[in-house]
């Protein structure tokens, strides 16, 4: 798969650190992190126990069974090839600024502003809609446990403000313990997982037949009068169901995020990230192949608008039903742990090179190394873009939480296709670290551009009919705002660059004056 230049895996502190200095940073961070705890952070957020229970109802209406049985594996293959790219630059570039500081470094200061702010728009979204899924399946939790618990949406978006509150209060205080609770986080949604499946298989009285879950199409979506069998399912709604997977497996940046705090980061983080997309791939098949077994009340689910909650209550007695929840929102409360530090580390990376305004406030550490302002501003950011899943769609479907899981995806996919166009033009000059692809580097890169592409456009497409400005039933609350949110940063963000920043933001800034070694220069 690649070629992995002598060393090892677990190199001394006093090696990253001069790492660091060579590519012009003092270590400010603490460097505690193992590789294990590298891989978990991006496997946490990856979280299995989250995209897979939050976004099922968007593949199932939109091209049903088959857009999960075998849209699943396809679209992670695609992912895994993006994720083997990124190995092979965070292997050469082990920081915590991660995907921008690579598109600085490769090419110019104009391709590390707007990467940095693809990725942290991307960032917050993604720590956002985990935790608002987080607080959905809470709501459904203490419903089911509490009959005065009505399970209303504004109890919905208050769960969801205390669970960003908490998650923020973890990592500002939790500094000596946040790499063991990544550990942690691993081994519940192994077992969590594995618990869930054996529940669906086990439990249920009755499943659902191969021909079901492998050939059946559902277009549940509103377009095309509901048929699914022309082109316009194929080639438009049947790709919309693929944010499930898309969406799922995103959030990998993590391991480049936090390699200022790996040991043996050139190494550590590059397995790390591509490993997590690997196992969550594999684990999150089998968990969805078990959903599908189990979805036998069809007429249920589809009144449910595909959420998959429908599946348990419905197939499951009360008590496994509870139990199949209780473990899929403790995973998710996990994975919105990690994707704070995530978020707050590139935060913090962004403002220390003078990109994010207020820069000197969010670049601040405190004395055990954390970025505390930077925590509670991403959190906050976080918050204020969910503000429009205090509005339900009429249409029955959480349309703004799927926006905020279309900002998720449009922004960290796009962020992550600009370095790899960019190692793409350096060709040879570029100057690999100990884990590389080789000749394969432009195969992959090429597949992983082009697919990037293509599902940055599908999701800034409606999602109903009713978001379809001049439609009959149109209304503000079904838009998909992903292309305003993604769009209206990325203006503003330009109209800065032309404006003003382009006189002053030169890319990373160093902090160190030890001369850099064995640097290639900027295409």
Same mark, same amino acid.
């Given at each position: 798969?690649?070629? &992995?230049?002598?060393?090892?895996?677990?190199?001394?502190?006093?090696?990253?650190? *001069?790492?660091?200095?060579e590519l012009g940073y003092k270590q400010e961070l603490r460097r505690k992190?193992?590789?294990?705890?590298?891989?978990?952070?991006?496997?946490?957020?990856?979280?299995?126990?989250?995209?897979?229970?939050?976004?099922?109802?968007?593949?199932?209406?939109?091209?049903?069974?088959?857009?999960?049985?075998? #849209?699943?594996?396809?679209?992670?293959?695609?992912?895994?090839?993006?994720?083997?790219?990124?190995?092979?630059?965070?292997?050469?570039?082990?920081?915590?600024?991660?995907?921008?500081?690579?598109?600085?470094?490769?090419?110019?200061?104009?391709?590390?502003?707007?990467?940095?702010?693809?990725?942290?728009?991307?960032?917050?979204?993604? &720590?956002?809609? !985990?935790?608002?899924?987080?607080?959905?399946?809470?709501?459904?939790?203490?419903?089911?446990?509490?009959?005065?618990?009505?399970?209303?949406?504004?109890?919905?978006?208050?769960?969801?403000?205390?669970?960003?509150?908490?998650?923020?209060?973890?990592?500002?205080?939790? *500094?000596?313990?946040?790499?063991? @609770?990544?550990? !942690?986080?691993?081994?519940?949604?192994?077992?969590?997982?594995?618990?869930?499946?054996?529940? @669906?298989?086990?439990?249920?009285?009755? *499943?659902?037949?191969?021909?079901?879950?492998?050939?059946?199409?559902?277009?549940?979506?509103?377009?095309?009068?509901?048929?699914?069998?022309?082109?316009?399912?194929?080639?438009?709604?049947?790709?919309?169901?693929?944010?499930?997977?898309?969406?799922?497996? &995103?959030?990998?940046?993590?391991?480049? *995020?936090?390699?200022?705090?790996?040991?043996?980061?050139?190494?550590?983080?590059?397995?790390?990230?591509?490993?997590?997309?690997?196992?969550?791939?594999?684990?999150?098949?089998?968990?969805?192949?078990?959903f599908l077994f189990a979805a036998t009340n069809v007429d249920a689910i589809?009144?449910?608008?595909?959420?998959?909650?429908?599946?348990?209550?419905?197939?499951?007695?009360?008590?496994?039903?509870?139990?199949?929840?209780?473990?899929?929102?403790?995973?998710?409360?996990?994975?919105?742990?990690?994707?704070?530090?995530?978020?707050?580390?590139?935060?913090?990376?962004?403002?220390?090179?003078?990109?994010?305004?207020?820069?000197? @406030?969010?670049?601040?550490?405190?004395?055990?190394?954390?970025?505390?302002?930077?925590?509670?501003?991403?959190?906050?950011?976080?918050?204020?873009? +969910?503000?429009?899943? @205090?509005?339900?769609?009429?249409?029955?479907?959480?349309?703004?939480?799927?926006?905020?899981?279309?900002?998720?995806?449009?922004?960290?996919?796009?962020?992550?296709?600009?370095?790899?166009?960019?190692?793409?033009?350096?060709?040879?000059?570029?100057?690999?670290?100990?884990?590389?692809?080789?000749?394969?580097?432009?195969?992959?890169?090429?597949?992983?551009?082009?697919?990037?592409a293509v599902i940055s456009l599908y999701f800034i497409m409606p999602i109903?009919?009713?978001?379809?400005?001049?439609?009959?039933?149109?209304?503000?609350?079904?838009?998909?705002?992903?292309?305003?949110?993604? #769009?209206?940063?990325?203006?503003?963000?330009?109209?800065?660059?032309?404006?003003?920043?382009?006189?002053?933001? +030169?890319?990373?800034?160093? &902090?160190?004056?030890?001369?850099?070694?064995?640097?290639?220069?900027?295409?």
């Amino acid at each position: 798969m690649a070629t &992995t230049a002598p060393a090892t895996a677990e190199q001394p502190m006093d090696d990253d650190a *001069h790492r660091l200095a060579e590519l012009g940073y003092k270590q400010e961070l603490r460097r505690k992190w193992s590789g294990f705890s590298n891989f978990a952070i991006s496997f946490s957020i990856i979280s299995i126990l989250a995209g897979c229970f939050t976004t099922f109802g968007q593949a199932w209406n939109n091209g049903g069974p088959i857009a999960i049985s075998w #849209g699943w594996p396809l679209i992670s293959l695609f992912i895994l090839i993006i994720g083997l790219s990124m190995s092979e630059l965070v292997s050469a570039y082990p920081t915590a600024g991660g995907i921008y500081w690579w598109a600085a470094r490769m090419g110019k200061p104009i391709h590390g502003w707007f990467t940095g702010w693809l990725n942290l728009i991307g960032l917050i979204a993604v &720590t956002a809609s !985990v935790d608002y899924g987080c607080a959905t399946f809470l709501n459904l939790t203490l419903s089911a446990l509490f009959e005065g618990w009505a399970g209303t949406l504004n109890q919905a978006f208050l769960l969801f403000v205390i669970i960003l509150t908490l998650h923020g209060i973890i990592n500002i205080f939790g *500094h000596q313990i946040i790499d063991v @609770l990544q550990n !942690v986080s691993v081994w519940w949604h192994v077992v969590g997982a594995a618990a869930v499946v054996l529940i @669906l298989v086990f439990v249920p009285d009755n *499943h659902q037949s191969m021909q079901f879950v492998f050939t059946e199409k559902f277009n549940n979506s509103g377009f095309a009068g509901g048929d699914s069998g022309g082109l316009t399912f194929w080639f438009y709604i049947l790709p919309l169901g693929f944010l499930l997977t898309q969406y799922t497996i &995103t959030g990998f940046d993590a391991c480049a *995020h936090v390699s200022e705090e790996t040991k043996g980061a050139a190494l550590s983080a590059a397995r790390g990230l591509w490993r997590s997309i690997f196992y969550s791939a594999i684990g999150g098949w089998i968990l969805l192949l078990s959903f599908l077994f189990a979805a036998t009340n069809v007429d249920a689910i589809n009144e449910a608008g595909g959420f998959s909650g429908a599946i348990f209550e419905s197939a499951l007695t009360p008590f496994f039903f509870k139990a199949v929840i209780i473990i899929s929102t403790i995973g998710q409360f996990f994975c919105g742990m990690s994707c704070v530090t995530s978020m707050s580390r590139m935060t913090y990376a962004f403002s220390r090179d003078g990109a994010v305004p207020g820069w000197r @406030l969010w670049s601040k550490v405190d004395r055990n190394g954390t970025p505390v302002n930077a925590i509670i501003g991403a959190t906050i950011a976080g918050l204020v873009l +969910t503000l429009p899943a @205090l509005y339900q769609s009429p249409a029955g479907i959480p349309v703004a939480f799927y926006a905020v899981v279309s900002v998720a995806v449009i922004g960290l996919y796009l962020a992550f296709l600009i370095p790899i166009a960019l190692r793409l033009r350096m060709g040879d000059r570029f100057v690999p670290g100990p884990w590389t692809l080789g000749r394969r580097y432009k195969l992959f890169g090429w597949i992983a551009v082009i697919e990037i592409a293509v599902i940055s456009l599908y999701f800034i497409m409606p999602i109903v009919p009713a978001g379809v400005p001049g439609n009959d039933d149109f209304s503000w609350s079904s838009v998909n705002y992903a292309p305003i949110a993604v #769009g209206g940063v990325l203006v503003l963000v330009a109209i800065w660059w032309y404006a003003s920043a382009r006189k002053w933001f +030169t890319g990373p800034r160093r &902090t160190i004056d030890e001369p850099e070694a064995a640097a290639e220069q900027p295409a």
